[in-house]
């Protein structure tokens, strides 16, 4: 990700500054909204190091997260939200309760992966309370298939260990 940071972050607009946003429907998450955009405003390339600190501080980019950050930036709603939309880190809505990422990189594919994949992504369709995702490389390889569990590195994941380990997740 560091590598690309700079690569679309877009260039600041010239000429007027754009609209004022309208009144968000959460203030006190606009003021920190606010707060993370103008504290981060001074950093080359600011809007991909604010996007990551909004996620991690609300879990993710709301719609009225967008024109705050436009604003404080003076780029236009568009460029933030193109930006928002090309990476899937800077999700859109609430994220469940729990995570599943799975490794689905050659090392693992070659140890099973597929099958901890398939069989997760079968238990967890449709839970409100359960994500599964996919990363590709945990640098875990010799121990895999890797994945993690509410961000734990977990090594040698079969469908049987993955259920036990998230036994207490609600469905
Ligand atoms: S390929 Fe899965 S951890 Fe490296």
Redesign the pocket.
């Known amino acids: 990700m560091t590598g690309t940071t700079e690569r679309w972050t877009p260039v600041r607009q010239r000429g007027p500054s754009p609209a004022p946003a309208p009144a968000p429907a959460d203030p006190e998450r606009a003021a920190s909204v606010r707060s993370i955009a103008e504290e981060l405003s001074g950093v080359r390339g600011p809007l991909l190091p604010i996007l990551h600190e909004v996620v991690e501080t609300h879990g993710f980019v709301h719609d009225d997260d967008v024109p705050v950050i436009a604003e404080v930036l003076n780029l236009s709603r568009a460029d933030v939200l193109g930006v928002v939309s090309f990476y899937h880190d800077f999700r859109r809505t609430p994220p469940a309760a729990h995570r599943v990422a799975l490794?689905?990189?050659?090392?693992?594919?070659a140890r099973g992966?597929e099958a901890t994949y398939a069989s997760a992504a079968d238990r967890w369709a449709g839970s409100t309370e359960v994500e599964v995702g996919e990363?590709?490389?945990?640098?875990?390889?010799a121990?895999?298939?890797?994945g993690t569990l509410d961000g734990t590195l977990h090594a040698r994941l079969t469908p049987d260990r993955l259920d036990a380990l998230t036994e207490e997740w609600a469905r």
């Open positions: 490794c689905r990189a050659e090392a693992c594919q992966a990363v590709f490389c945990l640098g875990n390889c121990l895999g298939p890797s």
